[in-house]
Nanobody
């Protein structure tokens, strides 16, 4: 069993910052891509940022220049530094990873339980 656990969400004023963390644990052989997604009330889940094992990143246009994704491969952790937060960033943020478990040969997606980020105006 592999689990992703997020932390770092909370309430912040517009213009403020937060740093989300996500750690993977369990019978992990390897992790490929990792990423952050978010879902606001009434909306579909959307991509925020992704990062490959080698460190290549991709961002949604709405967060470019404000958010930075990074990872620590040795710790199986991924982070999201969020600056200049806006009320429209309010959402539940989910961590995602492509994981290969010990003793297997396929990668599959794992999701965290989500952490709520609320940005007040």
């Amino acid at each position: 069993q592999v689990q992703l656990v997020e932390s770092g969400g909370g309430l912040v004023q517009a213009g403020g910052s937060l740093r989300l963390s996500c750690g993977a644990s369990g019978s992990i052989f390897s992790i490929n891509g990792m990423g952050w997604y978010r879902q606001a009330p009434g909306n579909q889940r959307e991509l925020v940022a992704t990062i490959t094992k080698g460190g290549s990143t991709n961002y949604a246009d709405s967060v470019k220049g404000r958010f930075t994704i990074s990872r620590d491969n040795a710790k199986n952790e991924v982070y999201l530094q969020m600056l200049s937060l806006k009320p429209e960033d309010t959402a539940v943020y989910y961590c995602n990873a492509e994981v290969r478990k010990l003793g297997t040969y396929r990668y599959y997606e794992v999701w965290g339980q989500g952490t709520l980020v609320t940005v007040s105006s």
